[in-house]
């Protein structure tokens, strides 16, 4: 098997980016960070000197910063440490320069581990100095990694009594899981191996035994200027949702009329001639 790209880079960290933008993830994610973690922080903290923070596939650290102000503020007498698993050299240095940015941060003592969550692991095992956590966050990160279910098994186990592991990923319903569980095989290629949604990660949550709250987000996202070829915002979303470098050289014309038609017609729905792609996520909070 060859080895996966190490992160977004290229063509594809902009299509990301501009994903991030035009979605406004961080801003859903972050919606669900308000009503959620206040009350996780204040169980999670319960008689413990010191809270270490784990964040696997951080990305550009926007959420990563949010949640670590959001604890910085409830806990001001506690001690916090933050790791960062993240393959992505241009992402992990956009996320040290929102760190110096940011004075809530510039005290928290972080240790930042350039790779993927595969080797950290390996890295750990091999070391056999596996630190513990109290809360550690894995956002839209599971499509990347080989073996997801020992992978949520090994970050599972990292965890400290009364602890608890965020997993945020596609729902089960969305348009990503009809796009990429239809087109499997044309699509699940380079970073993407084998695509699973929200609704294949509870299966294994089950079968592990763990205990989990689960958090439905519903939400679309506005794919209207994929319909019009030549439209480079359009083909820029179309190359991220598809993976490809670019949608109209990479695939041949019946498969591109063949994802279009599903993107229009079984992904999305019209309103006020919007085409509004099913974007929702799910957040999975599972316990120690």
């Not at 699973?196 to 958090?215: N, P, R, T, W």
Request: proline letters at 4%; glycine letters at 6%.
């Amino acid at each position: 098997m060859s080895e996966k790209p190490p992160g977004y880079e290229g063509r594809n960290l902009l299509g990301f980016q501009f994903y991030l933008k035009h979605s406004e993830e961080h801003k859903v994610i972050q919606g669900f960070v308000d009503r959620v973690l206040p009350g996780e922080i204040n169980r999670i903290a319960q008689r413990k000197s010191q809270v270490d923070i784990l964040g696997v596939g951080s990305g550009g650290g926007e959420i990563d910063a949010y949640i670590l102000s959001i604890m910085k503020s409830k806990l001001p007498a506690t001690p916090l440490s933050a790791d960062i698993v993240e393959p992505s050299i241009e992402l992990s240095d956009h996320f040290k320069a929102l760190v110096r940015r940011t004075p809530s941060l510039q005290k928290i003592p972080f240790s930042w581990h350039t790779m993927t969550c595969e080797d950290y692991e390996k890295q750990v095992k091999e070391k056999g100095n596996m630190k513990r956590f109290d809360f550690i966050h894995m956002i839209q990160m599971l499509y990347y990694v080989n073996d997801y279910p020992r992978t949520i098994q090994f970050f599972h186990s990292l965890l400290k009594d009364n602890s608890k592991l965020l997993i945020v990923h596609e729902a089960e319903t969305s348009g990503w899981d009809t796009l990429w569980k239809t087109y499997r095989d044309e699509l699940c290629t380079k970073t993407i191996s084998d695509y699973k949604s929200a609704g294949d990660i509870k299966v294994h949550l089950d079968q592990l035994g763990l205990k989990y709250d689960e958090h439905l987000i519903p939400r679309t996202l506005d794919i209207t200027a994929c319909f019009t070829k030549g439209d480079d915002m359009g083909e820029l979303l179309l190359d991220f949702m598809t993976e490809q470098d670019h949608f109209y050289q990479s695939l041949t014309p019946e498969l591109q009329a063949g994802i279009l038609d599903l993107l229009r017609n079984r992904c999305s729905t019209e309103i006020d001639g919007r085409i509004l792609f099913d974007n929702s996520l799910t957040c999975l909070l599972v316990h120690s």
